[in-house]
DNA sequence: TTTGTTAGTAGACCTTCCTTACAAATCACA
DNA sequence: TGTGATTTGTAAGGAAGGTCTACTAACAAA
């Protein structure tokens, strides 16, 4: 007498809003054999089918596929002693295709790199924005870009690229004050111009989906990225946070200094300006050039305790977050001598005292594993997620 | 010669992990066309087909599969004079099945409902705990869900149960101290002794689905629940937040009144000790409980003052999640003689002084719009979720 | 009365997946 | 060394669901 059962579950996007057609079924199982080929390594169709609850006729269609697109390839039969008829591995030709990753993060330089599917960079290039904005900043990405196509000795899965500022879901630049963009579609106009799929994402957002990738990440984290200025990307669940503005992860300008810490012998000494205008945002006391002000002079014991009392400020700030997300990964990106050491261990003892032990307990707080091509990576991850649905 | 090409989007649960069928499919399109009808009112075919982008075939298939399941009726011609052949209106029969939800976060009693597929109230009742916890609570609440089922006069579409505590996806209490409850399969063992489908949630997580279904929330919000306790649920893109340990929302128990606090006049006095064994904690000063001790006495001018102490202190904990969530929209479900006034206005004003404009400018802060039925009302999106879909 | 537009339905067709059945290749054991 | 068990991969047939095209019904405006 009651209505069709659907699964519980409501993490998992519901209020459904598209169609669902057969060969959008098709793709998502595509995905899938990709995605477990990705991770997994080589596989034989069997373990395939199992692994994705597939049939095997199903799988060996799919496999078919992609070996003709030439995105899989079949290795020869498994060498184990087991029973039955031997099983031939397929594997993910991570060398079939070439992905253009381009990172705007830093505000002298944009740095540049054709990677393989499995996210190694084959071929680096950088190259100066010399001041440009607007209109010229677009056309000197889109000339870096091509010359990174040229680089590419592969053909092209498409182009990555991870910038500062507030960029929606399709790639359109919301606002990047750095380079004087505002409602600017890059990624539209990147691709028209390229012929080949584009993904713009915000830098920390590209940080983010970097790591949950490539870092051996949970299914939900927060990387802060700390460089000129601050920021934070999170993940939960396996879905990037957009928020309501597309300005999620908006951390550096969170007031982290405040009225009680203007008095005599403060830890960090009373509030500083900020470029946004207002006092005491975090980026004031975290950010690379503050931090290293901050410890400028200092003998090491005394840069220690600085440091620290930066991480206890910013393990305030997390607390908060860390807690109502009941997060268990929380990853810094950054110069590694500043952030790697008292001020992640501060931080990490902040949080704890200010969260219930059932969140803290198995929070993990640690330094990006990816290094400097973090956000190269990031980008990358944009094109293997939206082209072959793989992250 | 790039590879097939998907849709751009990574907020939207990547990470494929489970097999779509036909089937599966075609529940999708079934819960699109309830959806509408349930937010949007009586339509035609016709209009369904162009809010779902199926065709009016397929529309036309589902709602005979529909209105011979019972729970969408033919409501006869639309009267409005526009050229064509007029339409014929179907309409969602909120009449045609009932719901059984119970709000278990009063440590006293059990409040229940019968209610309609709209969300109004049948039926109400409510039962003593007495104190019982472990097995016999389970029992308390098998027998009120049972007399709740009887008082219900249509078909049940199932029992929706919102309770304190750390609850996983499929309805199992984690851990429920108030009730003795430890790795309890409590919608499992409902379901089994009533014969219909049986969800679960954490209290926080059903109050702010129920605000998501029926305050007319728009696709991310953050409902804090301010009771005995203080707890919190949040909404992203329209998914539950679930958290690594299913605990997000464990917003109660971070620190709020810190060792800055601990000087002569502070506002809030020095940290008090909580129930969780450390000291300072949001709860004690936001729990209803607090809020009451505080104001205790006062006259009214010292009374907001106090509050507004309170409100303050509960911004710079929302600041940073909702700066990195990007939220707009933050609800507040409590008692509003205490909520709704300074302490709200100071609660505002603390957030929009620590972040930065693009976050807090269009930020919403208000009270709950179900009032005392939020619980109940968000049990009841429980059912509706779980088994048509609807949220 | 004719023309144009919209709503809803019927039938053919396409895609995709499943089920069933089968050949091939290997191991285990008599 | 043969025989059965087991596993892999593929082929053929069928079921489900959706689209597309074509049709009828019903109305407004000219």
Redesign the interface.
Known sequence: ??????????????????????E??R??????VL?HLFHAGPRSRADLARA???TRVTVSDLVGALVT?G?VTELGARQEGKVGKPASLVALDTSA?QIVAVDLADDERMHGAVLDLAGAVVERRSATHDGRTGQAAVDALLAFCQELAAAATR????VGVGSPG?ID???TVVEAPNRGWFDVPL?ATLSDALG??V?V?NDA?TAV?GEFTFGGA???L?VLTVGEGVG?G?V????????????????G???AV?E??DVEHAPLGPAQPCA?G?RGCLETVLAVPALRRRIAGLDPAAADAALASVGHRLG??????I???????VVFSGPAELLDGPLRDAALAAVR????P??SS?LELRMTSLGEDGALSGAAV?VL?????V?
């Open positions: 007498m009651t209505a069709t059962t659907h699964r519980q579950g409501w993490g998992k996007a519901l209020r459904p809003t598209e169609k669902v057609l057969p959008h079924a793709a998502h199982h595509r995905s899938m995605q994705t609850g597939l697109e995105l295709f053909p092209l899965l498409g507030v879901a399709h790639g990624a080949v799929p993904h994402a957002n989906l949970s299914g939900s927060l934070a999170i939960l669940d396996g879905a990037l946070v957009q928020g309501a503005r597309h300005a999620a992860g908006e951390l300008h969170v007031t405040d009680r810490d946004c207002r305030i700030v997390l607390a908060p977050v807690s109502a997300l009941n997060l268990s990964e005292e200010r969260t219930m059932v969140i198995d944009l997620s939206g082209q072959l649905g992250t």
